[in-house]
């Protein structure tokens, strides 16, 4: 079945702690990104890769890093997680840019 | 990208047709328009999308006026679980964009009994 896969569905998590964001996808897509969902603001990109060693900022990149060393994975890594990125966070990806956007389930990260 | 503009909320009897629509005023030539859907917090998930042609698949039809600057997204028979929030989008991908889809506020689309 094709999907996007995100590891963890959940975390409540402390201020600091480091945590990576897993995403994968198994339908060979190029394109994949990083939204994050929060109320009265919509879904923001925080980063994009368009393929392999190859990501850019989106609107909202401070305070994440990513990387994308292989096609299928693309983890969203908050190397020391503040209150504010409390959000519930969306993989996505897509075969070429116009087309359709797969989205995964989603995490709902909450920093203490 | 060129910003749109949808009612906040829309009613629609289960088995009825959902007529959904979207304000593009500002569109231009090589900008698609994308209907997305969100059901509760699960992801969105994709329903169509198109650059000027009418598109129908097996969720939606896609309606485009002849000027382009607004659009409906027709839900033939809706159902119970059609019942999410409804996102219009323009989007043209391009150097400098990200290639981020604006989903603003979108349509909460409820379907009832």
């Known amino acids: 079945e094709a999907q996007v896969t995100q590891n963890p569905r959940y975390l409540i998590t402390v201020t600091g702690k480091k945590l990576t964001v897993t995403c994968s996808q198994n339908?060979?897509?190029?394109?994949m990104s990083w939204y994050r969902q929060d109320p009265g603001l919509g879904l923001r990109q925080i980063y994009y890769?368009?393929?392999?060693?190859?990501?850019d900022k989106g609107d909202v990149p401070e305070g994440y890093k990513v990387s994308r060393k292989e096609k299928r994975n693309f983890p969203l890594i908050l190397e020391s997680p503040s209150p504010n990125q409390t959000s519930l966070y969306f993989c996505a990806s897509s075969f070429r840019v116009l087309g359709e956007l797969f989205f995964g389930e989603g995490s709902r990260l909450t920093v203490l | 990208d060129a910003k749109t503009t949808q009612p906040p909320s829309m009613d629609c009897a289960e088995g009825r047709a959902a007529n959904l629509p979207c304000n593009h005023s500002?569109?231009?030539?090589?900008?698609?328009v994308y209907w997305y859907r969100q059901i509760h917090s699960q992801g969105p998930q994709y329903i169509i999308h198109?650059?000027?042609n009418n598109e129908t698949n097996e969720m939606a039809s896609l309606i485009i006026t002849e000027d382009r600057k607004s659009s409906t997204l027709i839900l033939p028979h809706a159902t119970l679980r059609d019942t999410a929030v409804y996102y219009c989008?323009?989007?043209?991908?391009?150097?400098?964009?990200?290639?981020?889809?604006?989903f603003g506020k979108g349509t909460s689309l409820l379907v009832t009994p």
């Open positions: 890769s368009m393929n392999v060693e190859v990501t």
């Open positions: 198109g650059l000027k």
């Open positions: 989008i323009v989007r043209v991908a391009g150097a400098n964009s990200g290639y981020a889809l604006n």
């Open positions: 339908m060979n897509h190029e394109y």
């Open positions: 500002t569109i231009s030539g090589n900008e698609y």
